[in-house]
């Protein structure tokens, strides 16, 4: 069963940058999609990023496009998210689970559906601050 397991997180300074990472020890990673997600305080999980089992695909919530790059490589079974010019805004829980792929109905015209995809890791903790 996949259980993936989140890193990278911490405390940078706005304009920083920090590369997260999506992993998993038993299972292989590229029979999924994988979407990141983050949670703030007191808001709703909101889908930032996915991308499709081969790599060759990915989609970006538009409020991250420019700064946040999705990457996987599958011989190391991570997926990574790059996340540059960090902003207070950025500041959340983040987290990724599997689907079988990011396109309907695992998106809509809002973004990534969160209750359709599966295997949630713990999350890591991304903080921004001066």
């Known amino acids: 069963q996949l259980q993936p397991a989140e890193s990278g997180g911490g405390l940078v300074q706005p304009g920083g940058s920090l590369r997260l990472s999506c992993s998993a020890s038993d299972t292989t990673l590229d029979r999924y999609a994988i979407g990141w997600f983050r949670q703030a305080p007191g808001k709703e999980r909101e889908g930032v990023s996915c991308?499709?089992?081969?790599?060759?695909?990915?989609t970006y919530v538009d409020s991250v496009k420019g700064r946040f790059t999705i990457s996987r490589d599958n011989a190391k079974n991570t997926v990574y998210l790059l996340i540059k010019t960090l902003k207070p805004e950025d500041t959340a829980v983040y987290y990724c689970a599997a689907s079988p792929r990011c396109d309907p109905p695992y998106s809509d015209s809002t973004g990534l559906v969160p209750g359709l995809f599966s295997a949630w890791g713990k999350g890591t903790q991304v903080s921004v601050s001066s």
């Open positions: 991308i499709s089992k081969s790599g060759s695909s990915t």
